[in-house]
T-cell receptor
Framework: AQSVTQPDIHITVSEGASLELRCNYS??????LFWYVQSPGQGLQLLLK??????LVQGIKGFEAEFKRSQSSFNLRKPSVHWSDAAEYFC???????????FGPGTRLSVLP | DTGVSQNPRHKITKRGQNVTFRCDPI?????LYWYRQTLGQGPEFLTY????????KSRLLSDRFSAERPKGSFSTLEIQRTEQGDSAMYLC??????????????FGNGTRLTVT
């Protein structure tokens, strides 16, 4: 079974600063990796996904993530954070059959003006 | 694409009562998932349907929980004899089956259950 860790429970950055949210996964085969964002009281919105190919994937809202097999990581980055990016961010790993998705505990992002 | 719809958005009930939630997935999606999310945690898998067949259930899904998807379209999640520990956000998600056997989940806005 797969698992996901997100080492940072809460991160605070200033508006305009760069951002990196960490995600490490455990899965015996090639993982399918996702980042979701959740605003308070809302469902989860997909930011980006990695299935295969180029290990640097681009997503919505200016986010990108890099898959590093050697480090079992899929870190999320954004070069310049906006106040509207304040939310909870979840990394998830799916199995090869698209049947089992496991989510990390989330990282809460706060943005200072 | 009208998105995944969940009703109700909020439900407050007294301990011991039964509750039922409904999820309407994206119309062309044949996979439907239920997740539970407690405060400060990521979503935890409860159960999964492919069309009308319930293919997997988590150990989190005690015998007080039952889910159905009778015609392979909408789904219901019922909790009998609710307990305070059932208080959580219940999220529904759907996906399709593409050629590569994987597809991201599309989530609804959830039903927040409060058991008093």
């Amino acid at each position: 079974a797969q698992s996901v860790t997100q080492p940072d429970i809460h991160i605070t950055v200033s508006e305009g600063a760069s951002l990196e949210l960490r995600c490490n996964y455990s899965y015996g085969a090639t993982p399918y990796l996702f980042w979701y964002v959740q605003s308070p009281g809302q469902g989860l919105q997909l930011l980006l996904k990695y299935f295969s190919g180029d290990t640097l994937v681009q997503g919505i809202k200016g986010f990108e993530a890099e898959f590093k097999r050697s480090q079992s990581s899929f870190n999320l980055r954004k070069p310049s954070v906006h106040w509207s990016d304040a939310a909870e961010y979840f990394c998830a790993v799916g199995d090869n059959y698209g049947q089992n998705f496991v989510f990390g505990p989330g990282t809460r992002l706060s943005v200072l003006p | 694409d009208t998105g995944v719809s969940q009703n109700p958005r909020h439900k407050i009930t007294k301990r011991g009562q039964n509750v039922t939630f409904r999820c309407d997935p994206i119309s062309e999606h044949n996979r439907l998932y239920w997740y539970r999310q407690t405060l400060g945690q990521g979503p935890e898998f409860l159960t999964y349907f492919q069309n009308e067949a319930q293919l997997e259930k988590s150990r989190l899904l005690s015998d007080r929980f039952s889910a159905e998807r009778p015609k392979g379209s909408f789904s219901t999640l019922e909790i009998q004899r609710t307990e305070q520990g059932d208080s959580a956000m219940y999220l529904c998600a759907s996906s399709s089956i593409p050629d590569d056997y994987n597809s991201p989940l599309h989530f609804g806005n959830g039903t927040r259950l409060t058991v008093t």
